[in-house]
């Protein structure tokens, strides 16, 4: 069973950046496609970003050109590079497989606010 680390989050002005990092303690290099996901408050949980092993990404609408999902499989993390962002994607962000198979990690806060 592969557990997951977010971490990188933080509290960011609109039009800012941050960069999120998920640890696995266990090999990712099997688990075909990883995303990234997001509960807002009041919200369900979404996926925004996934990247399968060969390097292929897709994005949600949403966050389509502003963030960029990226993966080391040697490093067993994989990353969420965040640009322009914005008060609504304020959430918490959580990584797992896609279909999300593993238990879900403790995620990382990410508060957009001026």
């Known amino acids: 069973q592969v557990q997951l680390v977010e971490s990188g989050g933080g509290l960011v002005q609109p039009g800012g950046s941050l960069r999120l990092s998920c640890a696995a303690s266990?090999?990712?290099?099997?688990?075909?496609?990883m995303g990234w996901y997001r509960q807002a408050p009041g919200k369900q949980r979404e996926l925004v970003a996934t990247?399968?092993?060969?390097?292929?990404?897709n994005y949600a609408d949403s966050v389509k050109g502003r963030f960029t999902i990226s993966r080391d499989n040697a490093k067993n993390t994989v990353y969420l590079q965040m640009t322009s962002l914005k008060p609504e994607d304020t959430a918490v962000y959580y990584c797992?497989?896609?279909?999300?198979?593993?238990?879900w990690g403790q995620g990382t806060q990410v508060t957009v606010s001026s």
């Open positions: 990247i399968i092993s060969g390097g292929s990404t």
């Open positions: 266990g090999s990712i290099f099997s688990i075909y496609v």
């Open positions: 797992n497989g896609v279909p999300a198979i593993h238990v």
